[in-house]
C-alpha cells in the first residue's frame, strides 16, 4: 500500500498554542500519522505521512477550524513510511530566520505560480522583459543534491544565515526580477518579504516551491532531485524517491 506524505504551511496569526498542541497531536495519534508538525504564533507547518484516508480525514478536521479553512497542500507518495514517529512541537518560528521584523502575517510578497515561472525562464525574462534570475534559499547541502539551472547559492549552511546573505549581495540583483525558491515555499516566502524590505524590487516568490514546480512542469530547467528533511532523502521531477537511498550519502538531519 502507498504511504501519502504531505507538506503544507499558512503563516496565520495563533494563540493558544498549548491547546491546539494537544488537540492536533490526539487528532494525529487517533489516526497513527507520523511525521512532524511545528506551531507558533507566526503559523503553522506540518510534514506528516500515513494511508491516505486518513491522511485526508485529518486535513478535514483541521479545516474545520478557519484559520486553516485553505490550507494548500503538496502530496507525494513513497512505498514506505518516512518518518519515525510523530512530533507536535511549539516554536518561536515555524521557520526560523531569527529577524524578528520579518511578520508574514502582515502581507506575503507577490507569488509566481509554477507555470509563469516556467514560462519566464523559457523566455529568459518576465512579461514586463527584465531578465529572471532564480535564488535558492536553502541551505548548500540541500543545493547540492539539485537545484534550478544556474540559480543563485549563496552557500549558506541554515536559513539564519539568509538576512547577511542578502545584505552582502544585494547590489548584485539590480535591475533583475528575483524568484526565490526553497523546497515547498516557506523558506523563500519569509526570503521574498526580507528582500522586499531591504530594498530589493521585483522579487517574488515561487508559489508551493520546488515540490509544486515538479508536480506543475517535472524536469524543466531543474537539475537533479529535490532534498527533503525525512528517510526518502530526495524526490525526483516525477516526486518518486530516489531509489534505496543511502543513509550516508547525505547530511543527517
Same mark, same amino acid.
Given at each position: 500500500?502507498?504511504?501519502?506524505?504531505?507538506?503544507?504551511?499558512?503563516?496565520?496569526?495563533?494563540?493558544?498554542?498549548?491547546?491546539?498542541?494537544?488537540?492536533?497531536?490526539?487528532?494525529?495519534?487517533?489516526?497513527?500519522?507520523?511525521? $512532524?508538525?511545528?506551531?507558533?504564533?507566526? *503559523?503553522?507547518?506540518?510534514?506528516?505521512?500515513?494511508?491516505?484516508? !486518513?491522511?485526508?480525514?485529518?486535513? *478535514?478536521?483541521?479545516?474545520?477550524?478557519?484559520?486553516?479553512?485553505?490550507?494548500?497542500?503538496?502530496?507525494?507518495?513513497?512505498?514506505?513510511?518516512?518518518?519515525?514517529?510523530?512530533?507536535?512541537?511549539?516554536? #518561536?518560528?515555524?521557520?526560523?530566520?531569527?529577524? #524578528?521584523?520579518?511578520? #508574514?502575517?502582515?502581507?506575503?510578497?507577490?507569488?509566481?505560480?509554477?507555470?509563469?515561472?516556467?514560462?519566464?525562464?523559457?523566455?529568459?525574462?518576465?512579461?514586463?522583459?527584465?531578465?529572471?534570475?532564480?535564488?535558492?534559499?536553502?541551505?548548500?547541502?540541500?543545493?547540492?543534491?539539485?537545484?534550478?539551472?544556474?540559480?543563485?547559492?549563496?552557500?549558506?549552511?541554515?536559513? $539564519?544565515?539568509?538576512?547577511?546573505?542578502?545584505?552582502?549581495?544585494?547590489?548584485?540583483?539590480? *535591475?533583475? $526580477?528575483?524568484?526565490?525558491?526553497?523546497?515547498? *515555499?516557506?523558506?523563500?516566502?519569509?526570503?521574498?518579504?526580507?528582500?522586499?524590505?531591504?530594498?530589493?524590487?521585483?522579487?517574488?516568490?515561487?508559489?508551493?516551491?520546488?515540490?509544486?514546480?515538479?508536480?506543475?512542469?517535472?524536469?524543466?530547467?531543474?537539475?537533479?532531485?529535490?532534498?527533503?528533511? !525525512?528517510?526518502?532523502?530526495?524526490? !525526483?521531477?516525477?516526486?518518486? #524517491?530516489?531509489?534505496?537511498?543511502?543513509?550516508?550519502?547525505?547530511? $543527517?538531519?
Amino acid at each position: 500500500m502507498k504511504v501519502l506524505n504531505i507538506a503544507a504551511y499558512k503563516f496565520i496569526a495563533l494563540g493558544r498554542l498549548p491547546e491546539l498542541q494537544v488537540a492536533v497531536s490526539g487528532e494525529l495519534a487517533a489516526r497513527a500519522l507520523k511525521g $512532524t508538525v511545528l506551531l507558533a504564533e507566526e *503559523g503553522i507547518n506540518l510534514f506528516l505521512a500515513g494511508p491516505s484516508a !486518513d491522511i485526508h480525514d485529518f486535513l *478535514g478536521w483541521l479545516r474545520l477550524d478557519v484559520r486553516f479553512a485553505d490550507l494548500e497542500v503538496k502530496e507525494s507518495f513513497s512505498h514506505t513510511q518516512p518518518f519515525r514517529k510523530l512530533l507536535v512541537k511549539i516554536k #518561536p518560528e515555524i521557520i526560523r530566520m531569527n529577524h #524578528p521584523a520579518i511578520q #508574514p502575517t502582515a502581507g506575503r510578497a507577490p507569488a509566481v505560480d509554477a507555470a509563469t515561472l516556467k514560462r519566464w525562464l523559457d523566455a529568459g525574462a518576465d512579461d514586463a522583459g527584465r531578465p529572471v534570475v532564480t535564488l535558492d534559499t536553502r541551505n548548500d547541502f540541500e543545493v547540492d543534491v539539485g537545484s534550478f539551472k544556474n540559480a543563485i547559492d549563496w552557500r549558506i549552511s541554515k536559513f $539564519t544565515e539568509f538576512p547577511q546573505a542578502l545584505l552582502d549581495h544585494r547590489t548584485s540583483l539590480a *535591475g533583475k $526580477t528575483v524568484v526565490s525558491f526553497c523546497t515547498g *515555499g516557506i523558506r523563500c516566502e519569509k526570503a521574498a518579504i526580507f528582500m522586499r524590505e531591504a530594498g530589493v524590487d521585483n522579487v517574488w516568490q515561487l508559489d508551493g516551491g520546488i515540490l509544486k514546480y515538479f508536480e506543475v512542469n517535472g524536469q524543466a530547467h531543474f537539475e537533479g532531485e529535490c532534498f527533503v528533511f !525525512d528517510e526518502r532523502r530526495a524526490l !525526483d521531477p516525477e516526486l518518486q #524517491p530516489r531509489v534505496s537511498p543511502d543513509p550516508a550519502d547525505l547530511p $543527517t538531519v
